[in-house]
Nanobody
């Protein structure tokens, strides 16, 4: 089993920045993908950004150029630097780790962007 713990959510004004972090623990493998999805009420969970262990990032078109995903000091930590935040970025952000064909999810952290 893998456990994911997110941190860094909160309230910010439009145009501001936040940094989310996610730490994985448990039975982790070196070959993995970590990333972030987000969800708002009544909508499906959507991809924000992912990062392979080879450090190849993938971004949703809506956040490309504003968000940056990166690994931490270990391969079990991932960060999401969010700049130029917009009210439409308001959502619960979930960390995901995929390894050995299994998706593991965190409990989510709320990001609220006020206009």
């Amino acid at each position: 089993q893998v456990q994911l713990v997110e941190s860094g959510g909160g309230l910010v004004q439009a145009g501001g920045s936040l940094r989310l972090s996610c730490a994985a623990s448990g039975r982790t493998f070196s070959i993995n993908v970590m990333g972030w999805y987000r969800q708002t009420p009544g909508k499906q969970r959507e991809l924000v950004a992912t990062l392979e262990n080879t450090n190849i990032p993938h971004y949703a078109n809506s956040v490309r150029g504003r968000f940056t995903i990166s690994r931490g000091n270990t391969e079990n930590t991932v960060h999401l630097q969010m700049n130029s935040l917009r009210p439409e970025d308001t959502a619960i952000y979930y960390c995901i780790r995929t390894q050995d064909g299994i998706n593991y999810w965190g409990n989510g952290t709320l990001v609220t962007v006020s206009s």
